[in-house]
């Protein structure tokens, strides 16, 4: 059973074929075999270099591809040196998978050739074939090859500094307009991944991520050390991301956001002005207690019970079974008393309700899609939030947060077209 902090957020990876292409095009070494002399024949001599953009498929968690290869050949012969240059295809397969570590693992192979034209020196009187020679020699040197495709995977392709510098550079605790800080903790992560598949020029794949995440406003929490753990290979990761927190939100954290909202607020009734100095929140059994000083026409306090609940369907936190009771310093008449009674209890329950909606709004607009270098991109949308317990602790509220949504990865192409909602 989940517990109201696991998280899992399922993240949809569009990756632009042609675009892939390019990037894995500007990574792949274009030596692939320096000058050699095929049985130690020092008269021949062939090097073979990368020509022109390789052609890949992907099948689960193996990427297909051809490369197209430029040879150029050199022969001494007795009526000089001739030089050639032939082209052709080699095709690999390179299958990967995470270790624990997150080191990623890579096993490529040869799995073909294809001349464009077969090799041959025309010396005048007669041709000298090439075909077997240059196969002989790819065949003979191919683990070679292999080994430096995947060792420049490996370069190229390492997260780990990467993951590890995105964890470092998590600022905690987290720094609010209101002056105030979000602490927060993290212990394990757990990710999988399925099987990649090729659709109208896009390659896609589904990455989760599970874990237990808990947020404090105003009160430090225990720093973990957090653990991501390398992804499982799964068949199927839910498109709709369901994200579980917990939030507590300490008394002297909401009464500085209390006071921001309430202080200096001056309530006009019958002719006459009240004033609000100052703002103290505690705790009343399964409700909240706010105490509000007033001064002005009214030198005294305003004492405010109420219990907070989420109304899914406005999207809307709130106050109810409220009770507010008045204790004055100087004179006021008993009419007055419970015209202003009214007054503050409108005023106050109104300024410390939130609405939600306007604020998903903002920000599935600022997430609709986030741009980085290289052509990478990121978009989300924000279905629905709820709060489904709110309970009231000695020194905090606490929040059970639960966010229903999407989000997406992506390498260029029609960022519109690939969030499935």
């Not at 192979?109 to 790819?138: H, M, N, R, S």
């Not at 306090?301 to 709130?318: R, V």
């Not at 999407?406 to 960022?415: D, H, T």
Request: aromatic share 10%; hydrophobic share 40%.
């Amino acid at each position: 059973m989940i517990d109201s902090k696991t998280s899992k957020i399922n993240i949809l990876v569009a990756l632009n074929k042609a675009t892939l292409q390019q990037v894995i095009d500007t990574q792949l070494p274009v030596d692939l075999l320096q000058q050699f002399s095929p049985g130690g024949d020092k008269s021949l001599r062939i090097n073979v270099r990368r020509k022109g953009n390789l052609d890949f498929q992907v099948d689960r968690n193996t990427f297909k591809y051809e490369v197209p290869l430029e040879l150029f050949v050199q022969k001494d012969t007795m009526l000089g040196n001739v030089d050639v240059l032939f082209e052709m295809y080699l095709g690999f397969e390179t299958k990967f998978l995470f270790k624990e570590n997150w080191e990623l693992a890579t096993r490529t192979q040869l799995t073909g050739y294809q001349w464009v034209k077969k090799p041959k020196l025309d010396l005048g009187f007669f041709d000298f074939p090439l075909e077997g020679t240059v196969t002989k020699a790819i065949n003979g040197n191919k683990e070679t090859i292999c080994k430096q495709i995947d060792a420049k995977i490996k370069e190229v392709a390492d997260i780990r500094p990467k993951l590890n510098q995105l964890l470092s550079s998590l600022p905690n605790p987290i720094p609010t307009p209101q002056q105030g800080q979000v602490w927060w903790q993290c212990e394990t992560v757990e990710t999988a991944m399925t099987p990649l598949y090729e659709n109208e020029g896009f390659i896609y794949g589904k990455i989760n991520i599970t874990g237990a995440t808990e947020f404090s406003f105003g009160k430090e929490l225990e720093r973990l050390t957090t653990i991501v753990k390398s992804p499982n290979i799964v068949t199927d990761v839910e498109k709709e991301s369901h994200i579980r927190t917990q939030i507590n939100l300490d008394y002297s954290a909401l009464e500085k956001s209390a006071i921001a909202l309430l202080q200096k607020q001056t309530f006009e009734f019958k002719g006459k002005n009240v004033k609000i100095d100052n703002v103290k929140i505690s705790q009343a059994q399964h409700r909240i207690k706010v105490v509000v000083d007033l001064s002005d026409s009214f030198n005294g306090t305003a004492t405010l019970i109420g219990k907070p609940i989420f109304d899914n369907s406005k999207q809307e936190i709130k106050l109810t079974e409220v009770d507010l009771d008045l204790k004055g310093n100087n004179f006021i008449s008993k009419t007055l008393v419970v015209f202003l009674k009214k007054i503050i209890e409108e005023k106050v329950t109104e300024r410390l309700q939130f609405s939600l909606t306007q604020s998903i709004k903002t920000v599935n607009q600022k997430i609709k899609t986030v741009s980085f270098k290289d052509g990478f991109f990121a978009k989300a949308k924000i279905n629905n939030i709820d709060f489904p317990k709110i309970e009231v602790k000695a020194e905090s509220l606490v929040f059970d947060l639960y966010i229903k949504g999407y989000l997406q990865l992506g390498l260029e192409g029609n960022k519109e077209e690939h969030l499935v909602v």
